[in-house]
C-alpha cells in the first residue's frame, strides 16, 4: 500500500488571492528543492486533480503551470460569478485554499531533514 502525505506537509506557504474580476489563483510553494521536485514527479499535482479537489469540470482551471525557479506551482480558476457579485463567497479570493491542505501526494519516504516547513 503506498502511503501518502498531506499537501500542507509538504508546502511551506498554500495560499489563494484575487486574480482579477473573474480568476482566483492558487500558489503552493516549497522551501526543500528535494520535496518539490518529488512532489512534481509523483504526477498527483494535475489540472483535473486540482479541478476535482474543488469539485469543478477541468475547463474551469484557466492555467496550471509547475514553476522551477520559485520551487512552487500555481493555477487559476474561473469563478462561478464576478468578484463582488452579490452572493459570490469571496471577494477577495483569499480564503479558498484550505482544500488543498487535505490533498495527497504519494509518499513512501520521510521528509527530508526539518521538512519542508
Do not use: C
Request: charged content about 25%; glycine content about 8%; proline content about 7%.
Amino acid at each position: 500500500m503506498t502511503k501518502t502525505r498531506r499537501l500542507n506537509e509538504l508546502a511551506t506557504t498554500i495560499r489563494s488571492k484575487n486574480a482579477g474580476v473573474d480568476h482566483i489563483t492558487f500558489d503552493v510553494l516549497f522551501r526543500d528543492e528535494a520535496v518539490y521536485r518529488k512532489v512534481k514527479a509523483s504526477g498527483a499535482v494535475t489540472t483535473e486533480a486540482m479541478a476535482r479537489q474543488y469539485g469543478l469540470q477541468a475547463d474551469k482551471i484557466v492555467n496550471f503551470v509547475f514553476f522551477d525557479p520559485g520551487l512552487a506551482f500555481k493555477f487559476s480558476v474561473r469563478r462561478h460569478a464576478p468578484s463582488g457579485t452579490p452572493g459570490e463567497p469571496d471577494v477577495f479570493g483569499s480564503q479558498m485554499y484550505p482544500p488543498l491542505f487535505d490533498f495527497e501526494i504519494p509518499w513512501d519516504d520521510e521528509l527530508p531533514e526539518g521538512g519542508s516547513k
